[in-house]
């Protein structure tokens, strides 16, 4: 069974930096795009990142300049490194991937648990 595991999120200081961690684990055959979203309190979901399966990114304009996201195709991994941390960064942070498992002919979605960052002095 296909699982989308998160990791790298906690509290930092406003201009801080953090680097979250998306492995999908289980029977992968491929994937495409990957992808993170955020949900603060009282807020809709909303994209921050998105990176194709041959590296083109794509970014919310709250996050250009300040967040890069990469994947490594061969460890199913992808990541979201943070730098200059703004309070209003603050929220639940998930990852999302369209891919296909070694079980099945057709490509489906899968999302991470999230995982909080806050930033706060």
């Known amino acids: 069974q296909v699982q989308l595991v998160e990791s790298g999120g906690g509290l930092v200081q406003p201009g801080g930096s953090l680097t979250l961690s998306c492995a999908a684990s289980g029977s992968i055959f491929s994937i495409n795009v990957m992808e993170w979203y955020r949900q603060a309190p009282g807020k809709e979901r909303e994209l921050v990142a998105s990176?194709?399966?041959?590296?083109?990114?794509g970014y919310g304009d709250s996050v250009k300049g300040r967040f890069t996201i990469s994947r490594d195709n061969a460890k199913n991994t992808m990541y979201l490194q943070m730098n200059n941390l703004k309070p209003e960064d603050t929220a639940v942070y998930y990852c999302?991937?369209?891919?296909?498992?070694?079980?099945?002919?057709?490509?489906?979605?899968?999302w991470g648990q999230g995982t909080q960052v806050t930033v706060s002095s």
């Open positions: 990176i194709t399966h041959p590296g083109s990114t």
């Open positions: 999302y991937m369209n891919l296909r498992s070694r079980t099945t002919t057709y490509f489906n979605n899968y």
